[in-house]
Nanobody, 121 residues
């Protein structure tokens, strides 16, 4: 069974920084992509940043220049460094992985439980 466990959320003042982590565990044979999504109250879940196998990285326009996504392949761990945080960054942040398990022929998406990020003075 695959698990994605996020950590690092919390309350921070505008202009501050936070670092989110997501550890993937289980019988994983290959990870095609890992990314961060967020969902604010009353809004749809949206992509924040994603790393695709081969190293391609994409960011939402709203976080470009402020957030940095990275991945430790050896540990199957994903990070999101968030700087210059704004109140509009307040949301539940979810980790996503598109991966293949041992014994499976296809890739599927897995989600973490989410971690709350609140930016407020």
């Amino acid at each position: 069974q695959v698990q994605l466990v996020e950590s690092g959320g919390g309350l921070v003042q505008p202009g501050g920084s936070l670092r989110l982590s997501c550890a993937a565990s289980g019988s994983i044979i290959d990870i095609n992509a890992m990314g961060w999504y967020r969902q604010a109250p009353g809004k749809q879940r949206e992509l924040v940043a994603i790393i695709i196998s081969g190293g391609s990285i994409n960011y939402a326009d709203s976080v470009k220049g402020r957030f940095t996504i990275s991945r430790d392949g050896a540990k199957n761990t994903l990070y999101l460094q968030m700087n210059s945080l704004k109140p509009e960054d307040t949301a539940v942040y979810y980790c996503n992985a598109n991966l293949r398990q041992y014994g499976s022929s296809w890739y599927r998406d897995y989600w973490g439980q989410g971690t709350q990020v609140t930016v407020s003075s």
